[in-house]
């Protein structure tokens, strides 16, 4: 069964920041940190199982991680709770990166946040 946007389960990119301090390999140069919130402000406990971002290149490569978790947690919210967190994303150049976060509500319906689109743009670009 497919997950369904659940109203009130959502995300907020709060911040992205140009970070070359981190590592990043010679092909995919420039690191970006992103600071997000996953907010529950629906009427059901939800636990966040996993996610599934979508980076799309200036130059037309689209590259597409899922995994289990955030940042190694497994958040369980109630009504009314979030849950902040960074971390980080390399590119080649200008992309747009955007996602969803899938999640279980206690009675096990799949439900999913969208993560809305935020631009990479490295400096001088």
């Given amino acids: ?5 659940l109203e009130g389960f959502g ?16 092909d ?3 690191p970006f940190v992103y600071f997000i919130t996953i907010r529950n402000e629906s009427d059901r406990t939800v636990t966040v199982k996993g996610r599934k971002w ?9 590259t597409a991680v899922e995994a289990d978790g955030v940042v ?3 958040p369980r919210l109630e009504p009314g709770e979030q849950f902040s967190y960074n971390s980080y994303h390399t590119t080649a150049g ?4 955007e ?17 809305p689109p935020f631009d990479l743009i490295p400096p001088g670009d």
């Avoid at 069964?1 to 946007?5: D, S, Y």
């Avoid at 992205?16 to 301090?21: F, K």
């Avoid at 979508?54 to 689209?62: N, S």
């Fill in 1 to 5: 069964m497919q997950p369904r946007l």
């Fill in 11 to 26: 995300a907020t990119v709060d911040r992205v920041v140009h970070a070359p301090d981190l590592p990043a390999s010679p």
């Fill in 28 to 30: 995919q140069p420039h």
């Fill in 54 to 62: 979508v980076v799309r290149a200036e130059d037309g490569h689209v």
């Fill in 72 to 74: 190694g947690c497994f």
């Fill in 94 to 97: 200008r992309a747009v990166a």
């Fill in 99 to 115: 996602g969803s976060y899938l999640a279980v509500t206690e009675d096990g319906e799949a439900v999913m946040a969208l993560i």
